[in-house]
């Protein structure tokens, strides 16, 4: 059996008082995945283990069934992997936001939807300024800078350490920002890596340079022409780096070699996070001209994306993470759009594509991103699996309340493709 996977990102929500107290997915008008949910069966998922921030990086990779405390190393490592860098054993990637301050508070944490040719030169303007090198007899680079996409870069340390404590800046819209500035692990949940790599950097020195390069990138972007011409316009500026979730390289087994029924497999998303999780499950990624990550997204492409790939995978992870957008912006109208545009411009030319063969759909968010928090939530998602001749239970509707009546009941971490598989 071919299985499908169709993650819309950050699609569930909490109740609305301006919906009537329901929540966006109990609002939406997306009869394809009520279809599906009806026809299939349902649950609830557990996506974020305990400790761990209720992040992308993190949910995701549970879903794929991996044990976040054998793999987990941050956001940076995974997006290293997407772009094509190859860490060495003593670095320290990390991501690295570009974001609009405002009278001392983050406003935005994409850079006023920063785009990627204009993200490219700013980053190039701050390797010119800000890159170090270790010692001028050596020649290395202490730090560099490395385009991603849009607003979603990677900061790379030499010999930096990953036991520091960093604001996700998503996760405080509003909030002044100094007081969010890179902190030293307290030492009693830090593990002494200068013991094992001497040349790294302590906590405390990791921490530090962060802090610094903050500040100096606040002080260069202002003054750059890119800026300037925002600023004349009115408009928000791109005038902070902001890093935040780093680590070292993780050492992961493929989807393959955890899940011997899948013999080959694709991943399609805008994001280099999960791109970058897809190369180190041994995915085959598939960028899809128009996938922009955004309400705008290339969603016919992807799906067509989706159905090309079934002629030689038999395993498919489709993300969209434009629902994760619009609910960081707390955007209602938008991030009602993007379910209903995940329904009928994605899973609908899928399932038309696939619904007379022997193929396994499921449908879920990774976490919740509420439009009146605008932060990532770590409460349970919703989920569906639907398959031709799988006995339905007495779920009618896909949303967070419906689900909890399913069949599958509470399904935690891994358990999920644990259970996908098998079918």
């Known amino acids: 059996m071919i299985h499908i996977i169709i993650l819309g990102d950050g699609m569930a929500d909490l109740p609305v008082e301006r919906l009537g107290g329901k929540t966006l997915l109990q609002y939406a008008h997306k009869p394809m995945m009520d279809q599906l949910a009806r026809e299939g069966r349902c649950g609830r998922l557990v996506t974020v283990p305990e400790g761990f921030p209720p992040g992308s990086e993190v949910a995701n990779t549970a879903i794929l069934g991996y044990d976040l405390n054998k793999v987990y190393e941050g956001r940076g490592p995974l997006e290293a992997a997407s772009i094509g860098y190859d860490m060495a054993d003593d670095d320290f990637a990390i991501r690295c936001n570009i974001i609009t301050l405002e009278n001392g508070k983050i406003i935005t944490h994409n850079g006023g939807n920063l785009e990627t040719d204009d993200a ?29 996409i849009q607003y979603r870069h990677l900061l790379v340390i030499k010999g930096g350490n990953k036991h520091i404590v960093c604001a996700p800046p998503h996760d405080h819209p509003n ?98 996070l999960i791109q970058g999780i897809g190369k180190y499950a041994g995915l085959r990624i ?34 969209v993470e434009a629902s994760d957008e619009a609910g960081h912006n707390g955007d209602l109208e938008l991030k009602l759009k993007t379910i209903e545009y995940l329904d009928q411009r994605l899973i609908v030319p899928i399932y038309n594509k696939v619904k007379d063969k022997d193929v396994c759909i499921a449908v879920l968010p990774d976490h919740l991103t509420p439009v009146e928090q605008r932060i990532h939530v770590g409460q349970p998602v919703p989920f569906l699996i639907w398959h031709k001749g799988i006995t339905p239970d007495s779920v009618q509707q896909y949303d967070e309340v419906s689900c909890v009546s399913g069949s599958y009941g509470m399904l935690k971490l891994d358990e999920f493709m644990k259970t996908f598989m098998s079918l």
């Open 120 to 148: 490219r030169v700013l980053i190039d303007y701050l390797n010119e300024n800000l890159a170090k090198p270790i010692n001028e007899r050596e020649g290395c680079e202490r730090v560099k800078f490395i385009t991603g």
């Open 286 to 319: 598939v960028k899809v001209p128009g996938a922009t990550g955004l309400a705008n997204t290339n969603y016919e492409g992807k799906a067509q994306a989706a159905i090309d790939a079934l002629e030689h995978d038999d395993f498919v992870f489709v993300h």
């Open 175 to 272: 909030e002044p920002w100094h007081p969010l500035l890179v902190k030293p692990e307290p030492v009693s949940a830090c593990c002494c890596d200068t013991a094992t790599a001497p040349t790294r950097l302590t906590p405390q020195q990791t921490a530090n340079l962060i802090n610094d390069l903050i500040l100096r990138s606040q002080e260069l972007l202002a003054k750059h022409p890119y800026n300037l011409a925002k600023a004349a316009k009115g408009e928000r500026q791109a005038n902070s780096i902001w890093p935040w979730s780093g680590g070292y390289r993780p050492s992961m087994e493929t989807l393959m070699q955890q899940y011997p029924q899948i013999k080959s497999g694709t991943v399609i998303s805008a994001v280099d």
